[in-house]
Nanobody, 115 residues
Framework: QVQLVESGGGLVQPGGSLRLSCAASGFTFTSYASAWYRQSPGKERELVAA????????RYADSVKGRFTISRDNAKNTVYLQMNTLNPDDTGVYSC????????WGQGTQVTVSS
């Protein structure tokens, strides 16, 4: 049974930081690329960051370059998103996603950036 458990979301002030985690089980983690998406109010879901199965290739949305860092620990079956210098436009529901023989989505975690 596939399980994706996300954590780390919450309320943070502008300029603050959060670290999201997505712990996976039930599939061969190292066979899947992973990504973080976000759904912001009034906007379509967008790709925030993506990383290949080995971590050898990474890409970011232009809006988060230099502020967010995606990483994965294949020994822990976990993917992370370190988010720094957050601003209100970063508010949204963040979901992890794994692509491979099948696609798997996390349930989403709310990130709210507000003073």
């Amino acid at each position: 049974q596939v399980q994706l458990v996300e954590s780390g979301g919450g309320l943070v002030q502008p300029g603050g930081s959060l670290r999201l985690s997505c712990a996976a089980s039930g599939f061969t983690f190292t066979s899947y690329a992973s990504a973080w998406y976000r759904q912001s109010p009034g906007k379509e879901r967008e790709l925030v960051a993506a990383i290949t199965s080995t971590g050898g290739s990474i890409r970011y949305a232009d809006s988060v370059k230099g502020r967010f860092t995606i990483s994965r620990d294949n020994a822990k079956n976990t993917v992370y998103l370190q988010m720094n210098t957050l601003n209100p436009d970063d508010t949204g529901v963040y979901s992890c996603m794994f692509s491979g023989p099948r696609d798997y989505w996390g349930q989403g975690t709310q990130v709210t950036v507000s003073s």
